[in-house]
Structure formats: C-alpha cells, structure tokens
C-alpha cells in the first residue's frame, strides 16, 4: 500500500487521468487474475488426472470447464465453522493475512512494456505501479504471507495445525535465503533492483539474451536453485510438509472450512503465480521474446506463455515426485541449497568481474 | 571530496583484528575438522593468533598512521595500549578456561571462536573512530559476551546470567542507539572528528539535541561498565556466568567500554575543545556523581557478599568508580594504567576462583575456603597478592593505578571524589583480606581435596603474578610508554586530542 | 511538508514506549519486543536527520542497526529457548534463583 | 495540512497503536503482531521520508524476518497468556509508569523547543538519499568497514544463537 502512494508517478503526473488508468488496470488485471487462478485448479486437477491417468472433472459444463464455478458457489455457502478453544480473532485474520499480501504482489509485476493506446495517444505502461526495488518489494510482500499460516497454525488450537504452522515458518524461512541468494547473480548483471529494467536487460539477442543463458553455467544453476526454492516457498509438492495429510491432516488449514479455506487456496495459486512470473523475469526475460519490439501487445503473450509453463511445471511436479521428509528438506535447503547459491554468486561476480 | 579505496598501510592499521579474526576462523576451522579427542589444540592456536596481534600492536605502535578507513579507525597511542590490554586478557582467559573446558565436556571450538571473535570487537572498540563503529564495536562483543555467559547451556544459573546480561545490556544499547542518534542529529555527523569541529566551530543544529545524546551515551556507556545507578545486573550476571566467563567479562568488556569512555568523553567531548565548556561541565558533573555512587555502593555492599564472585563482581563496580576518576581528570592514560593493572589482578583472583570451584561452578562460597589455607598453601598466597593487589597495598600493581588515578584526580581539581576514593579504598581492604582469613585462621567441616593444577593454570597465574608484581614495583616502563612521567599539566591539551591527519 | 520535529517527537515516543514496556512487561518475549522498539525509535530518529540533512550516513547507520538488531534477536531468542529448556516459565520474575 | 502531513498523521497514529498493543496486550503473540503493524508503519514513514530501500528493508528484514523468528519461537514454546502475579513487581510499575510520563513530558520540552529553532525545521525531506545506489555506494566505500564488521557480527550470532538453543547430548 505504502509503495503505491508513494511511487513516483503519483507524486509527478495530473491526478485523475491517472487515477482511471489505474483503476482500468486493477481492474482488469485482478478480474483476470482471479479468473486466471480459479482456472487454474481445474487446470491442475485435469493435468493431474492426465498424469495418473483418470479423467478429472469433466461433468460442469463443457469438458469440466465450469467446475471452478461449482466450487466457488459451494465454498460460498458451506458453514463456516470456528472451533471452540480457537482464538476466534486470529482465526479470522489468519486468511486475511495470507491472501492480501499474495494479491497484492501483482501490483509490481511488470506484464509487458508501454504500449499507446490508438486514438488516446497515452502512453500506458503495462504494469500497476512502478517502484525501483520491485524485487526487495516483492520479497517484502512474500515474506508477509508466512504470518497467515504461522497464525492459522497457532489461532486453529489443534496440534496438527501448530505443527503445520511451524513447519511452514521454518522452511519458507530457510528457503527465502536461498532463493534471495540464487538471483543476486541476476542483480549483479542487470545491475538494478526495477523489474522492469531486469526484463530491459534481457533484450539483447532478439529478445533472448534472458539471464538464464548468460555467463554459463551460473545462470542456468540460479535458475535451478530458484526453482527449488520457489517450489519450497509456495509449500507445493514435494516440499508441501506443512499440509502433509499423512501425518498432519491437512496442516495449518485443518480447522478452516468455507471461505476462510477457500481464502488460504486461493493465497496458494496466487503465490505461486507471483512466484513463476519472478522466475519467468528474473531468469526467463520477462516480456522479452522475438518481435516484440516490433508488436509491444506480444509482450503480455510471451508473458503469459512463460507463466504457464511453470504452472504446468508445478503440476507436473505434483503428478510425479513423492515428498520429503522434514529433515531432508531442512538438509537440502541449509547444506545443500544455499552454500551452492553462495558458491555461484561468487562465480557470477568473478566472471563479471574479468569478461564485462 | 571523491572516494578513494583504501591504501594498503590503512590495512595495516587494521592488522591486530585481521589477525585475531583469522585466528577465529581457523579455529572454528580446526574444530571442525579435528578428530573428536583433541580439544586442546583449540586453545593453543587461540594463543598463537593473539600473539600474532600482538606482534602486530608493537609494530604499529612507533608508527603514525592517519586515521584509516574514511576516518572509522583511528590509530593513536590510546587504541593500542588498550589494545594490547585486550590481547592481554583475551590471553589469560584463554589460558583460564582450557582446564573447565576440558573437565565439564563443555565444546572449546567454539568457546575459543566466542572468545576470539570477542576480541574482535573489543579491539574495533579501541580504534572506533566513528560512531558507528563504535556501536557494531561494542554489540560485537556484547553478543559473544551473552553467549559465552550462557555457556553452560544445562545449568539453570547460567542461563538466568545469559537472559539478565541480554536484556539489560540490549536495553543500554538502545540508550547508546539513541544518543548517537540524536548527537547525529546535532551535528550531522558520526565521524568523532567531524563531530569534534561542528562542536568547535559551533555548528550545531539545536543545543539541547547535543545534550540529550551525551547524556543517553553516558547512560548507555554506564550500563556497560557497570556503574553504580545501572549495576543492579552485574553480581547475578558475575555469579551465574561460568567462572573462566566471569574472570573475561570483569576485565575484557569492562576495559573495552572505559577505552571508549576515554575517546569520547575525554577527546571528543573534552571541555578543551572550543565551545564544549558547558557540554563538558554537564557530563563532568554526572560522571563525578556516578564515580562517588559506584566507589560507595559496590565497597558498602561487597562487605555484606558471603560468596566469592559476587564479592568480586561488587568490588568490580567500585573499581568501575576509581577508573572514572582518571575520565574525570581527562586523562586517558591513567584510565588506561589503571585498566591494565585491573585487568591483570582480576584475571589472577578468577584463575584461582576458577581453579577452586570445580566442576559446575559448586564451590564459590566463602565457607568452601575455610581452612584451605595449609592444605594448597600455593593457590592460597597467590590468591593473597591479587587480593592485596585489588585491596591496593603498596608494591603491587592496585597500589599504583590507584596512586596514578588519584593522583591525576586531585591536579585537576576533584579534591572530593579522590578523598571519597581513598577512604574507600580503605574500606574495600576489609572485604578483600576476609577471603584470607577464612582460608587460613577457619576450622574447616566438610574434608578437602586439593584441586588439579595443570599447565594452562599454572601460566595464566604465572603471567598475572608477573604482571602483577612488575606493574606495582617497576611501573616506569609502562608509564613511558603512555608518556605519563614527563607530560606536565601544561603539555595535556595535545595529549587529550584526536589524532591529526583529517578524514579523507 | 512534514515537519522533523514531528518525527522526532514520534521516534520519542516509540522510545520511551519501548523503556517502558521493558521495565513493566513480564514476559521474556515481550521484554525482547520492547527492545526492539527501542531500537526502531533510535532508527526513526537517524532517518529522519539524514534524509532531512540530505546525507546519507545516518541511513547507513540504520542499516547497520538492522543487522544488529537482527543478531540480537537471534540470541535473545536462543537465550530464552536455553531458559525455557530447564525451567518451563518465561516470566521473567521467576528467574530467582539468585538474590538480586 | 498538506498530503504528507495527513498521512504522517495516519501512520503516527499506526505505529503509536502499535506500540501500545505490545504494552497491554498480555498474549505474546497479540504483542508481536501488534509490533508488526508498527513495523509497517515505520516503513510507511521511511518512504514518505525518501528513503525507499530502507523502508522496503524494513518490511523484509524486521516484519519478514526478525518477527518471524519471534512469532516462530513463540509457537515453538507454545505460550498462551502471561501468568499473573498480581503482588509481585508492582514497584517496577511504580519506577516504570513515572519515568515513561518524565520522558513523554521532557520529548514534548524538546520539540516545543525544536520548533522555536529555526535551523532544523525550515529543512524538508526530499532528494536522491535513500535510493539502493546510493546506500549501496555508502556501504562499499565510506562504510567499508563497519560493513565488513557487521559480518563479524552476523557469524557470532550464528554461532552463538546455535550454541545455546542446541540439544544437550545426554
């Protein structure tokens, strides 16, 4: 919130032309969004089913195409309980506290790059707001999502929650330093801390000079570390230990049914959507892609496809990879994860150092 | 002015922590890789690096190195007599706790690496020549100084130490915090001698800001040296902590803090400095006040101490008020002499205490000495001299720091607090010959078996016993070397500056 | 424009609230909270000079106090794990067992 | 009143409620949240100030990560509610409660004062201060080495930190 008020266009420019772009972009890029991410439990559970070779949903509607309708309208108006001993207060912020910060990173996502608007002749940027430490905000903000599950775990008063809650709070804790460590390579190289001057430097090569192939081989082993890191952060499978329903149930999220649930599995395919277009502009060029010089509305369409692809990924990774167990996990991430992370950055930065 | 990297004599300057930190590392190194019975190694390669720093405090200390790193580390002859301090008792205590550490199966790497990282700080501490330095300085060592505190981590008392000492030594740092930030805000800047010329040149933004921020430094800088209206942690802190941690904190920390109470009270903010005269009398006051307090609270309550280590921690807070004369009489080198010969008898009455409390610290009561006397009659005279030595007797290194503190009081005209002092002095004898008593002339209960001397014992004691006697019979030397013996009154004014050269 | 009297005023307030809540709260935990009240009030405080005098040295600083504050708080909290391993209270009255 | 003045005014308003929340709260866990909020609060006030990487860092460092461990720890223990002793400490009330008023009173002292003194408050928070170049430039250059100590720092903290919340091997 505080990033918004205070970016530099609201200080510079006239108010309320202004104020309708925005009001234009919110709109249509959080209605795309939330259609995007109801979409895309039916799209996991198809993939999914694919994989184990069943059909999935295909009863609402055409090929199951209005299933994520179905289950709105039955988290809307299931009962929504409180357990009795529950700390009623933090129960009810719990999933208040885990989906605002979610949503609220794609404030910074950078989709594509200005584009005119025919007949307006306004410049619109394709992206909310625009603040020069975008990552640092969008860590920010991602590190704000723990306090939802932490308090789920602790406000739900059931065992199996806390242990869910702790569980997740020590390993998106562990995992955030990897992962910050694993893209300071990529910071080094473009040299800024703004998204989207990151996906500006990727421009070069016909839009694919994408820091994923730069200075082999330490980008393509960021990338790798990122990617584990990001799956570990958004607590999927096979790190998804706080909600292992083996021997927690369901995690942090036991107690919680109707749309307080609903509120926690949508945070989830939100998070995970921020945290693919990190990777798809951190390592993947962002927007950048072959014409889109030539053609600015390819931007959000490579954008897109990148996204999806490691949407895809991430239930593929589900469909075929058991999970961890919690001291593998704890031991990939310290030993493993992070002196890797460091070793490469120092590699980034002699490379750096010697061939730019 | 542009930004120029550093030269290379500017790493020299920062030589000592170079090596003590290297010598941290490859400890933690060693242990790591060591085979599980070899614990002693740790030790012997802790001594080796500190005498490396050593080495490296005598090299620069006939150089004259202009203040270094963007005016953050000042090299002057203050830093690296406290320094040496430092190495000193980073030494000792290494020496001290080889035994318990061995006995109590207690981990030495990384009491070593605590200890040397320690140094580090205390050492940063000495050459701070910003304020900002001066902070990471002391928070360095503060949070080795928690840990090792706590270091006996099943032991109930030791982590009661550890929670005391953290939450009132983070509470003085955040009055120390907010008085830099707020003399920051007077001067618009961190920088001691930047500070020093807005002072002179009398560019201070808003008077009372400047005030206010001493005053939260002294505070916070009290706290740290344990004086008397902010000593109420240090006898349950001194009592608890591990022996070997006691013996370090009472002298380590505690040298550390007065070498910063030197810089910035007596240089910085020394009522030489134009303009600074009502500043300077506002904290000559306070300090003076706080002095008396501590000579006569830590004397009047160390008499009433049944056990040792709080006797010694109360005796430590009057000896925090003898050493705030010297700052009083804005004198550095007697607070640094006086620190030295502190630091020396202390580390030797806590080798003993550490010797005779065994394992788990169990026997620190007096009664545990009664009737010692004939039974380890060695332990028992060396116990004596450092006894008599922090009583203050002639011919031992007490005697003449206090004459060199005192006397330098009384030149600069605090006639009153020297005699509060002195009768003190006299007073705290009461308390220090008791031990003495007890272990000679007590019929002793339980039966007794001498404690196991070994050879890290045997040096520590050796290297006060020296030092103690050396300091109190042959003083000139070190006294030279601050150039105390020829500096009249009258040539005081360069002695108490900064050292030249600007910041770059 | 804001005035830098009242960010002082502020950042004094957050301090004193800070001291305060040291001395009155029982709790370990909130006693560590209140630390770091104190140590956000001093970092108002150095911000508010530094970006009021354009220089850039006290915003350093503040960084630095962040690291720091950090590093407190990681061993202020093991301190209190080590206590809560052998006495199951973290009321800081109950750490008696020496006389004060 | 301008733009700025109403919003300092709100997040004051924020950061004071937050503050306050850790003195009454009795649940560990309300104080920690309540803290938090101040947290947000002060990183608001930061970027009003111009200085954004420190109020980004604010967020990520203290609500992202020392509060996490707080909170963290908090669970891990599991504590509920604060025991009362309702005899026990009240002079520490008694100390605390007059000395916070005397502190209150002589901050309102100075910044009725440092209002009268014009060298202070013609002066307005504006320009390039707080950007990443230029904290970053500060750190490697003028800031070298409090930099380098403050690593120093961090690994004794490890150290420690693992040290005392280590299992006893029995």
């Known amino acids: ?356 | 002015m542009p930004y120029q990297a550093p030269l290379p004599r500017e790493y020299y300057a920062l030589m000592p922590e170079i090596a003590v930190s290297i010598t941290g590392i490859v400890i933690m190194m060693y242990d790591a890789f060591a085979p599980k019975g070899s614990r002693r190694g740790a030790g012997y390669i802790a001594l080796a690096g500190l005498v490396a720093a050593g080495v490296s405090v005598a090299y620069l200390w006939n150089e004259s190195i202009p203040p270094a790193f963007s005016g953050m580390l000042l090299t002057d002859k203050l830093r690296l007599f406290f320094d040496a301090i430092f190495i000193l008792v980073a030494g000792v205590s290494v020496l001290m706790a080889m035994q318990p550490l061995d006995d109590e199966r207690l981990p030495a790497g990384e009491y070593f690496t605590l200890l040397m990282f320690a140094t580090v700080g205390m050492l940063l501490m000495g050459g701070a020549g910003d304020l900002a330095m001066l902070f990471l300085g002391l928070e360095t060592l503060s949070i080795t100084t928690y840990v090792m505190a706590g270091y006996r981590r099943g032991d109930l008392r030791c982590n009661e130490s550890a929670l005391k000492y953290f939450i009132l030594g983070s509470f003085s740092t955040g009055f120390l915090l907010y008085g830099i930030a707020l003399t920051y805000g007077a001067t618009k800047s961190t920088n001691f001698l930047k500070i020093q010329q807005a002072i002179a040149s009398g560019q201070i933004t808003y008077e009372p800001l400047l005030t206010i921020g001493v005053a939260m430094i002294l505070i916070g800088l009290c706290f740290k040296v344990a004086t008397a209206p902010f000593h109420v942690w240090t006898p349950d802190v001194y009592e608890g902590a591990p022996t070997m941690v006691t013996g370090f904190m009472a002298a380590g920390p505690k040298a550390a803090a007065f070498a910063i109470f030197a810089r910035v009270f007596v240089q910085v903010f020394s009522p030489d400095v134009p303009n600074a005269a009502n500043l300077a009398a506002t904290w000559t006051d306070a300090v003076a006040l706080i002095a008396v307090l501590s000579m006569i609270v830590g004397n009047v309550i160390a008499i009433q101490q049944t056990n040792i280590k709080r006797m010694l921690a109360y005796s430590s807070i009057a000896h925090a008020g003898y050493a705030l004369v010297g700052v009083l009489a804005r004198d550095w080198q007697s607070v640094a002499f006086y620190m030295l010969t502190y630091a020396v008898m202390n580390l030797g009455a806590f080798t003993i205490v550490t010797i005779l409390a065994r394992q788990g610290d169990e026997k620190t009561e007096l009664d545990d000495y009664a009737g010692i006397g004939f039974h380890s009659m060695g332990l028992s005279v060396v116990l004596m001299i450092f006894m008599l030595s922090l009583g203050g007797i002639p011919l031992t290194a007490g005697f003449m720091g206090k004459l060199v503190i005192f006397k330098q009081g009384w030149q600069a005209g605090f006639h009153e607090v020297v005699i509060i002092g002195v009768l003190n002095s006299a007073v705290s004898l009461y308390y220090y010959l008791r031990p003495l008593v007890v272990m000679f002339f007590k019929e002793r209960e339980t039966p007794y078996v001498p404690p196991k001397v070994t050879a890290p014992f045997y040096a520590a004691l050796a290297i006060s016993v020296i030092a103690v006697f050396y300091l109190g019979m042959f003083p000139n030397r070190t006294l030279n070397a601050l150039e105390m013996n020829n500096a009249s009154k009258d040539a005081k004014a360069p002695a108490a500056a900064l050292p030249a050269g600007g910041v770059r | 424009m804001v005035p830098l009297s009242w960010y002082l005023a502020l950042s004094a307030v957050l301090f004193t609230m800070g001291a305060v809540g040291i001395l009155i709260k029982r709790n370990v935990i909130a006693v560590l909270l209140c630390l770091e009240m104190m140590l956000n009030a001093a970092n108002l405080a150095l911000v508010a000079f530094s970006s009021f005098f354009q220089q850039t040295d006290g915003q350093l600083l503040v960084f630095l106090v962040m690291v720091v504050a950090a590093a407190e708080a990681g061993v202020g909290l093991a301190i209190v794990i080590s206590v809560f391993r052998n006495r199951e209270t973290l009321d800081v009255d109950e750490s008696h067992l020496m006389k004060l | 009143m301008t733009i700025q003045q109403i919003v300092f005014i709100v997040f004051a308003l924020i950061i004071t409620a937050g503050g306050v929340g850790v003195l009454v709260q009795r649940n560990p866990l309300y104080s920690a949240f309540s803290l938090i909020l101040s947290f947000i609060g002060l990183a608001a006030m930061y970027i009003l100030m111009g200085a954004q990487f420190l109020g980004v860092i604010q967020i990520v460092v203290y609500a992202g990560a020392i509060m996490v461990l707080f909170v963290f720890v908090i669970m891990l223990l599991n504590v509920r509610d604060d025991e009362l002793h309702p005899d026990r400490h009240k002079y520490l009330l008694y100390i605390g409660v007059p000395l916070g008023l005397g502190l209150i009173a002589e901050v309102f002292y100075v910044v009725t004062r440092v209002q009268i003194a014009p060298a202070i408050t013609d002066m307005h928070a504006t320009g390039t201060v707080g950007t990443v170049e230029r904290i970053g430039v500060g750190l490697l250059t003028e800031y070298l080495l409090p930099f380098e100590a403050t690593s120093v720092l961090i690994l004794m903290a490890v150290i420690g930190a693992m040290h005392l919340a280590k299992r006893e091997k029995e």
């Open chain 1, 1 to 356: 919130m505080p990033l918004l008020l205070f970016s530099q266009p609201f200080m510079d420019s006239p108010l309320i032309p202004l104020i309708i772009e925005w009001s234009l972009k919110i709109f249509f890029i959080f209605g795309g969004l939330m259609t995007a991410l109801a979409y895309l439990t039916w799209f996991e559970r198809r993939v999914l089913a694919y994989i184990q070779m069943r059909l999935g949903p295909n009863r609402v509607g055409p090929a199951g195409l209005l299933q994520p309708l179905a289950d709105g309208i039955k988290f809307i108006f299931k009962e929504d309980i409180v357990p009795l001993d529950a700390d009623k207060f933090l129960y009810t912020l719990a999933p208040i506290m885990s989906l605002v910060p979610a949503l609220t990173c794609y404030v910074l996502l950078p989709f594509g790059d200005k584009f005119v608007m025919p007949g307006l002749n306004r410049e619109i940027p394709l992206h909310i707001t625009h603040v020069n430490v975008g990552v640092l905000a969008i860590f920010a903000l991602t590190g704000m999502g723990v306090y939802g599950i932490v308090l789920a775990g602790y406000a739900s008063n059931n065992k199996y929650s806390l242990m869910g809650g702790l569980r997740s709070s020590a390993q998106m804790v562990s995992y955030e330093l990897a992962m910050v460590m694993s893209i300071i390579g990529v910071l080094l190289q473009a040299g800024s801390l703004d998204l989207v001057e990151i996906c500006k430097h990727q421009a070069g090569w016909f839009g694919m000079q994408w820091h994923l192939f730069t200075y082999p081989p330490t980008g393509i082993i960021g990338f790798f570390i990122f990617l584990i890191a990001m799956v570990a952060e958004t607590n999927r499978v096979p790190f998804d230990l706080p909600e292992a329903e083996t021997e927690l149930v369901a995690g942090f999220h036991t107690e919680y049914s109707s749309m307080k649930f609903a509120m926690f599995f949508i945070a989830e395919y939100a998070n995970m959507v921020t945290a693919s277009a990190m990777a798809t502009i951190l390592f993947l060029g962002g927007w950048m892609g072959p014409f889109v010089d030539q053609f600015p509305l390819l931007g959000p369409v490579y954008f897109t496809a990148k996204v999806g692809f490691f949407l895809f990924l991430y239930v593929w990774l589900r469909g075929t990879l058991p999970r961890y167990r919690y001291d593998q996990l704890m031991n990939l991430g310290w030993k493993f994860l992070l002196p890797l992370s460091l070793v490469n950055l120092v590699l980034t930065a002699t490379i750096a150092l010697f061939f730019m």
